[in-house]
């Protein structure tokens, strides 16, 4: 059981760090402006307040669903290895 918990916590940390990684260029890849041409400056009023707000709560949500799934990932690989080190159940023949 430790074993799992471990592998648990440990994918969950995992999948918090990639996320950290990924969900940055990712962010500013669907929030950039698309079919201008280049140069070409884009005339908007930004609320930058709400513009942080927006960001930083995209960026924790993804750093949520990363620790979700490394969690996951994490508790199938713990009960992978506690399968394999636990030797298989035989029964025994009563005797007659």
């Not at 969900?23 to 698309?34: E, I, K, M, Q, R």
Request: hydrophobic share 50%; aromatic share 6%; no cysteine.
């Amino acid at each position: 059981m430790k074993t799992t918990v471990i592998f648990v916590l440990a994918g969950a940390l995992l999948g918090i760090a990639i996320a950290s990684l990924v969900v940055p260029p990712a962010l500013s890849w669907y929030t950039a402006p698309g079919g201008l041409p280049q140069g070409a400056q884009i005339q908007a009023l930004v609320q930058i307040p709400e513009v942080i707000r927006y960001s930083t709560g995209r960026l924790i949500r993804g750093q949520l669903i990363g620790a979700a799934i490394g969690a996951i990932a994490g508790a199938v690989v713990g009960f992978l290895a506690r399968a394999r080190t636990q030797p298989a159940m035989t029964s025994r023949p009563t005797g007659a």
